[in-house]
């Protein structure tokens, strides 16, 4: 059998746009999803990096030219300063020459007097005399102070030698700010200590170097040394009077000749500065300038804060890049998942169906066409299809493919799908095809950019359509075609014949003691009789000549020929002595003669109908009027002998178009009135001439052998019944179906209700079989075995028209008979007759006795009901209760459940009060 694809065609092709889309995109790979922040990290680092060391590079500049600065200002101060201190060196040699010739007898005040030592390097000059006691002075006021505890003093007057020294006044360093001192030993004329000569210079004099404009705010100047540790410093601050010292007190500092270093930590005033110095080569002093770090690195500073700021941009820029990057390689990772997943999903969905799938691309031109297609995905089974491997098929060209397989360019049929979406097509291979499919079902789909293509194979689906052909046109017994097949084939044939203006015959063949071997010898003989006459019919014709097993014994021969009527003479006559030769069945020899009725097309008819009809009506004639011989139709025959063939034909018709349906009258308890059961009654709905009984149509059916397909149709339509009521929730009770004898000729009851209660899921306790006491009369093998059957399937079996046969109660007893349903004559009786009665009572008695229920039938008033309950009568049935009802009627009889009038119920008093309810 074919397995249907796993995969709708929607959800298909829903799959394969997804897949379309996966390989279309530029796969982002999970990896990136980490790449991004990793990258960015690095990127930054890198940018940092750049920053610092730039930075670092930048200061490392500025603080060499701040040293550089600082020691050239160093050795500009420091010759600043050798000046200034030989100008003092000047003036106090002159002053011991010219005291020295004065003998002693110089006065400052008269000097003074005479323009010298107007500069404002001099804060006075004086000459202290070996006692240390100022002798004259260019300051007034000095003169008789006494330096006799200063400690140039004492140096002076303990060392001849005459070189100047410095000093601060009474050694006090931090004088220094106000005054520095110049001093020289003189010395008598016998060599001998005379005093000393002070020059008393301003410290500031020597700071007076200090600009705020060349060495900044925080720049700095100092003179350093001296015997007597001179410190002069001058800065910013401390332009407008003394302050706190703020260069460093550690001279080791400045050990060397000359140096520049970063004193970062060196200032007490916690200022980090750039410090330069140079030692005088001639006096013992050293000139330092400091100058301010931070205004020496403010440009590296504003580098660096620009850079950094430029940094920090570029950090936030792709910190948030990165971010984003990942967030959007995460998503399209996800979705890549998903898309992996579904990919898988649908592999597996395909893998596992039958259909061969493909995706295909189209590959184009420079001009934009399509000059072919790639496969770029395909399932194992679409490679089988070809004889490739999966892996092999993929990446292949369309073209390769191609050999013609579906009778057009393969290509071409793709780019027309490509252009109008779809296609589809089923088409049978040819005989050498490459392929591995007989019959190919193909279906293009264009999904974005490509060809969803799936391709199945239909060969076993075809074969079965095929073969159910088949079999539908053919007879299974005799394996000539069918009715169904005529039916089909008549009309074309008739358009034939009236095209070539020709006539045909129509031979309608009935077999005459069918009926009586089928009783006779059993059905099994009946079949091979009919094989046989088959065989005959066919050996009495030409090839062109068709022969159809119409229905039961009935053939049909089809003649075509430009003068039918005397062909089919011959025919007919040849086909009535042909059947004059008995048959051989089994051992026996069956004497089997044949009735002919003839049609002629157009003379008796212009349709098929009208022809079979017409055929019929000749061959029931013929036989009427003595079996074994042929007849042609002619509308003179009796028009009742017409009416009975055509309403055998639409019986026929009513079949096929389904013109039947079951009405339903319940049985109940003759005691409670409780709803046990209902009967399911034939109604035949004609379209004109309304409903028909089946008193009337029932006879004609068992008699032509329909019987069999109107009683497969009853039991289908009981079990859907039973089904329909089932699903709309209903308390099911059971139904009773009547059941002719002649259904029981083929031994197929059983097992049609079985395969009935199966289709609809009815369960067998829900099913009854009603079958008339006559069809038990005698001892038929068939029918018993047939019952059995029927009972060993779970369901019960009644005896219809009880009374009316010959059968003994023993025997209804052995076989297994569940209950009577006594004929409604015998109900009609009860209340009219004595015997009535009694005869009743007796059927009830016995039937108890031997186990079996009994129901009363055609209960139509309350006093029938009344004695059957009187007679322990078990159910009644009957125009009393209800009559036979169309389905939908049913449901609100078996939610009342109860169905009789209160005052019937056998419980009720003998003569009940009626209440008249005013108004109702
Ligand atoms: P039956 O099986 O004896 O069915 C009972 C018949 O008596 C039904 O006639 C029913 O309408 C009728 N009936 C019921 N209650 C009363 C009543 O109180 N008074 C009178 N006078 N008649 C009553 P219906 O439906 O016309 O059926 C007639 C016969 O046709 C049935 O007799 C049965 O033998 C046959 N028949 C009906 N349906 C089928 C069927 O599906 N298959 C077969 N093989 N025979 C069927
Ligand atoms: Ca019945
Ligand atoms: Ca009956």
């Not at 410190?231 to 407008?240: H, K, L, P, S, V």
């Not at 068939?782 to 023993?810: C, N, Q």
Request: net charge negative; hydrophobic share 45%; aromatic share 8%.
């Amino acid at each position: 059998m074919h397995r249907p694809a796993l995969v709708p065609g929607d959800f298909q092709a829903m799959l394969t746009m997804s897949l379309f889309q996966v390989q279309g995109a530029s796969r982002p790979s999970r990896l990136f999803m980490l790449l991004w922040p990793l990258a960015a990290a690095v990127l930054i680092a890198l940018v940092w990096w750049m920053a610092v060391s730039s930075a670092g590079a930048e200061r490392g500049q500025a603080l060499r030219s701040a040293l550089k600065e600082a020691d050239a200002a160093a050795q500009a101060y420091e010759q600043y300063l050798t000046r200034s201190v030989a100008q003092m060196d000047q003036v106090s040699l002159q002053l011991r020459q010219s005291w020295e010739q004065s003998h002693g007898r110089l006065d400052l005040q008269d000097l003074t007097r005479a323009g010298m030592f107007l500069d404002s390097a001099f804060l006075a000059v004086s000459i202290v005399d070996r006692l240390g006691v100022v002798l004259t002075s260019t300051r007034a006021g000095d003169i008789g102070k006494s330096y006799a505890g200063a400690d140039f003093f004492a140096f002076h007057r303990n060392n001849n030698s005459s070189s100047l020294t410095i000093g601060t006044p009474n050694g006090a360093r931090d004088a220094a700010h106000a005054a520095v001192l110049f001093t020289r030993r003189l010395e008598t004329a016998d060599d001998e200590f005379g005093g000393v000569v002070v020059v008393t210079a301003p410290a500031r004099y020597f700071t007076s170097f200090y600009m705020p404009s060349a060495l900044g705010r925080d720049g700095m100047v100092a003179t350093m040394g001296g015997e007597s540790g001179l410190r002069i410093e001058q800065g910013a601050a401390a332009a407008d009077g003394p302050v706190a010292s703020v260069f460093p007190h550690d001279a080791s500092l400045w050990s060397a000749p000359s140096g520049a270093v970063l004193a970062a930590g060196a200032f007490p005033d916690g200022r980090a500065r750039v410090l330069a110095w140079r030692r005088s080569p001639v006096y013992p002093l050293v000139a330092l300038v400091a100058l301010s770090q931070d205004e020496a690195m403010a440009g590296a500073e504003l580098y660096w804060s620009d850079s950094r700021n430029h940094a920090l941009l570029a950090t936030v820029c792709l910190a948030l890049m990165a971010v984003l990057a990942a967030v959007f390689s995460r998503r399209a990772a996800l979705r890549q998942s998903a898309e992996e997943d579904l990919r898988i999903a649908y592999r597996t969905a395909t893998e596992n169906a039958n259909d061969g799938f493909y995706m295909a691309l189209p590959l184009r031109g420079a001009a934009g066409d399509i000059a072919d297609f790639e496969i770029v995905d395909c399932n194992e089974r679409g490679a089988y299809f070809y004889g490739r491997a999966r892996r092999a098929m993929i990446g292949t060209r369309l073209s390769t493919l191609d050999g013609g397989i579906f009778g057009e360019s393969l290509v071409d049929s793709y780019r027309a799908a490509m252009q109008n979406g779809f296609h589809e097509e089923e088409r049978e291979m040819p005989a050498n095809h490459r392929l591995k499919i007989q019959w190919a079902h193909r279906r293009l789909v264009r999904v974005g950019n490509g060809l969803a293509v799936t391709l199945r194979d239909i060969s076993e689906r075809k074969a079965h359509v095929e073969e159910l052909q088949r079999l539908a046109n053919e007879d299974l017994l005799t394996g000539l075609p069918n009715r169904h097949w005529l039916m089909g084939e008549l009309p074309g044939a008739l358009a034939q014949a009236r095209a070539g203006g020709g006539e045909l015959a129509l031979l309608f063949i009935d077999l005459d003691e069918f009926k009586y071997v089928n009783d006779v010898h059993g059905h099994a003989a009946g079949d091979l009789l009919l094989k046989a006459a088959g065989e005959r019919l066919c050996s009495q014709l030409r090839p062109g000549d068709k022969v159809v097993r119409f229905g039961g014994d009935e053939f049909i021969v089809l003649l075509a020929a430009a003068c039918a009527r005397e062909h089919a003479e011959r025919v007919a006559e040849r086909i009535v002595s042909a059947f004059g030769t008995p048959f051989l069945i089994g051992d026996e020899l069956l004497e089997v003669g044949t009735s002919i009725g003839i049609s002629i097309y157009p003379r008796d008819g212009t349709d098929a109908a009208a022809l079979i009809k017409q055929g019929d009506i000749a061959m029931y004639a013929g036989k009427t009027e003595g079996k074994g011989q042929y007849r042609f139709f002619e509308p003179s025959l009796s028009r009742t002998l017409q009416a009975r063939v055509q309403f055998k034909h639409s019986l026929v018709e009513a079949i096929e178009r389904d013109q039947f349906e079951l009405y339903y009258q319940p049985r109940v308890d003759a005691r409670s009135g409780e709803l046990c059961s209902m009967e399911a009654l034939l109604r035949w709905i004609h379209p004109e001439r309304g409903m028909v009984s089946p008193l009337e149509f029932i006879p004609l059916a068992e008699s032509s052998g329909l019987i069999v397909r109107l009683g497969a149709l009853v039991m289908d339509k009981a079990c859907a019944q039973i089904a329909a009521w089932r699903a709309q929730g209903l308390a099911l009770v059971p139904v009773s179906i009547n059941v002719s004898p002649k259904q029981f000729v083929r031994g197929e009851v059983h097992r049609q209700l079985a395969d009935c209660l199966r289709r609809h899921a009815v369960s067998p306790s829900l099913l009854e079989v009603e079958i008339t006491e006559s069809a038990m009369l005698g001892e038929q093998s068939d029918i018993l075995a047939e019952l059995a059957a029927i009972r060993a399937l779970g369901i019960k079996l009644h005896v219809d028209d009880f009374g009316t046969g010959y059968s003994s109660l023993s025997q209804l007893q052995k076989l297994k008979m569940d209950v009577l349903k006594v004929d409604r004559a015998f109900t009609a009786e009860l209340g009219r007759s004595r015997e009535g009665r009694v005869f009743f009572q007796a059927i009830v008695s016995m039937a108890h006795a031997l186990g079996m229920g009994v129901v009363a039938e055609g209960v139509e008033t309350p006093e029938q009901l009344r004695i059957l309950q009187e007679l322990d009568c078990n159910e009644v049935q009957g125009y009393l209760l209800a009559r036979p009802l169309p389905a939908a009627e049913l449901p609100a009889l078996m939610v009342r459940r109860f169905l009789f009038p209160p005052n019937m119920v056998a419980a009720a008093p003998a003569a009940p009060v009626q209440l008249k309810l005013v108004g109702s």
